[in-house]
């Protein structure tokens, strides 16, 4: 996608669509909305107190320019109230126009967008880039082509000065979002397609283009040789093989010996294996790899940003299934560090495939670890599909994940970690079982991969089970994965190499 940054008038502008916002019970005040409402002969304000557009978030509009504007439409979109308007908002407000205006046939789109209160230009022009990168991807990739459909949008400009600060937040903007699509096209693939193997062709791929990244692949043989019994048992009902995805990224500067692990579940396709899901509903779990898929799209970012700092990224890619080889509720497997492993129930199978992926990224010297997973329905539950459920320790760590998250505009919300849930976890026969009790689903879930962690690792655990991927269009996101994380990561791992916390 081509972005640039203009700053001539916007009546000059020539684009198929030329994107303005308008807030709540405002109007056209902004200068250069009004310079483009003057060329159209006050149609804008009147639309506007007429009551046919009310600026409400994510409204649109169409008003045709019949040769008074270079651009061929104005599209209106609501901005809501102006006091909410954050870069959250903006960047949501971009794509949800972006998305109509593509709709409608525009594919260039110029955005004459307000600043949110005490935003740099950077982080504004980086909403923007993101917004409408992010917004425009649709996800029917499948389909069969007729012929006439709607060609993509090729052109973004963004209507403003083209100052350093400006192309800076555009360059961040580029590389967040394609990173962040990059995943979701990861994560969109059926699991027919998308097996554990087929993820680490596509991570040695991205890892080709970058020379700054090095990739390992641990298969089924492999995992055997290091005692890898506790994710190795989730791949044993499936015949595909597993695969622990190991990308490196080694920025950091001699002597540097903070090593950050980013390590995501990976199953590309969860039946649930013995203790088998519902039917209804069951081919979501094509996306129970959004964790890996996330991880991968990160280190892409990484490599493109180049920090300085060591990072590995891991992705526990394992299909779970219910083949004749599948392990058995009652089952016990040893994981990496010797641990045992009571398997009550093998749909609670993303704990079992990170307790090996902590314990290998430990191994790896990792001083630092951010486990990513579509771990619990519970998540769901706690938080809606508004926020990823955040857990770990120490609380210093949590908080700088918490201002990565804020800063990508992906929301986090802490649960605690209770040493109480650990009770749920009590086996008759083996160190730990892999269920509790119904209550506190998503910290139960986080205890059990504490118990692999370290005492002086740092660990962030974030279930994105709730925001991973969504059903249904939004106004400013297509239905299906929604590449959260990457950001979010991507910043932590940049923010942390600043030394900025
Ligand atoms: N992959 C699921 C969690 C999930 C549910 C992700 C809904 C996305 C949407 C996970 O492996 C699972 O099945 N978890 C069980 C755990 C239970 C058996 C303790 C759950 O949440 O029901
Ligand atoms: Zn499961
Ligand atoms: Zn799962």
């Known amino acids: 996608m081509d ?17 303005a916002c308008v807030f709540k019970d405002g109007g056209v005040e902004d200068e250069r909305l009004a310079s483009v409402d003057k060329a159209l002969g006050g149609a804008l304000a009147e639309i506007i107190s007429r009551k046919e557009f009310h600026g409400r978030r994510y409204e649109t509009d169409i008003v045709l320019t019949m040769g008074k504007l270079a651009a061929r439409r104005v599209l209106l979109v609501g901005g809501g109230k102006q006091s909410e308007f954050d870069l959250f908002y903006l960047r949501n407000t971009v794509a949800a126009a972006a998305r109509a205006a593509h ?13 949110p209160a005490g935003a740099s230009i950077i982080a504004v022009a980086q909403a923007i880039t993101e917004g409408a990168i992010i917004g425009l991807i649709n996800p029917d990739i499948y389909k069969t082509r007729e012929g006439d459909e ?15 600060e400006m192309n800076e937040g ?37 890892v080709g283009q970058h020379t700054n990244l090095e990739i390992t692949v641990l ?23 597993p695969q622990l995805i190991v990308i490196s990224y080694n920025g950091g500067k001699k002597g540097d010996q903070r090593k950050i692990a980013l390590v995501g579940k990976g199953i590309t396709f969860d039946s649930g ?20 898929a996330a991880v991968i799209g990160a280190m892409q970012a990484l490599a493109e940003f180049g920090p300085a700092i060591n990072v590995i990224g891991i992705g526990c890619a394992v299909e779970n299934m219910p083949g004749g080889g599948a392990q058995r509720p009652g089952d016990v497997r040893r994981a990496m560090n010797g641990k045992t492993i009571e398997v009550l129930n093998t749909d609670a199978e993303g704990r079992l495939v990170l307790a090996d992926g902590v314990l290998y990224a430990q191994e790896q010297g990792a001083t630092h670890v951010v486990d990513i997973c579509t771990l619990t329905g519970a998540a769901v ?23 990565a998250a804020e800063e990508s505009g992906e929301r986090v919300w802490q649960l605690p970690l209770y040493n109480e849930y650990r009770e749920e976890l009590k086996s008759n026969i083996a160190d730990i079982a892999n269920v509790g009790g119904r209550a506190a689903g998503t910290a139960i879930g986080a205890i059990f991969i504490k118990e692999f962690i370290e005492e002086s690792t740092e660990w962030a655990h974030l279930d994105i ?25 991507t910043n932590l791992v940049l923010d942390v190499a600043d030394g900025a916390k």
Not at 275 to 290: E, G, L, R
Request: proline residues 4%; hydrophobic residues 40%; neutral net charge.
């Open 150 to 164: 709607q060609g993509d949008v090729e052109q973004i400009v963004i209507v403003g000065d083209n100052s350093a």
């Open 381 to 403: 539950i706690s938080l809606g599909h508004a926020a990823a459920a955040l857990l770990g320790q120490p609380q210093s760590w949590l908080d700088q994940v918490k201002d």
């Open 103 to 115: 709709k409608k046939g525009a594919r260039s789109l110029a955005f004459l967008m307000p600043t």
């Open 170 to 206: 555009v360059r961040r903007g580029k590389i967040m979002s394609e990173a962040a699509n990059f995943t979701r096209s990861l994560a969109e693939e059926p699991a027919n397609i998308m097996t554990p193997v087929r993820l680490a062709e596509e991570a040695r791929k991205m």
């Open 273 to 292: 294996g013995t203790s088998i899901k519902p039917a209804q509903n069951m081919h979501y779990m094509k996306y129970d790899m959004c964790g890996a």
């Open 3 to 19: 972005v640039r940054v203009d700053n001539s008038p916007a009546s000059e502008i020539k684009v198929d669509a030329l994107i």
């Open 219 to 241: 298969g089924r043989a492999e995992m055997e040789a290091k005692g890898m019994g506790s994710i190795l048992g989730v791949a044993a009902g499936s015949h595909t093989e």
């Open 465 to 489: 089970a709730a925001v991973a991927y969504t059903e249904h269009d939004q106004p400013y996101l297509a239905h299906g994965s929604s590449g959260f994380g990457v950001r979010t990561m």
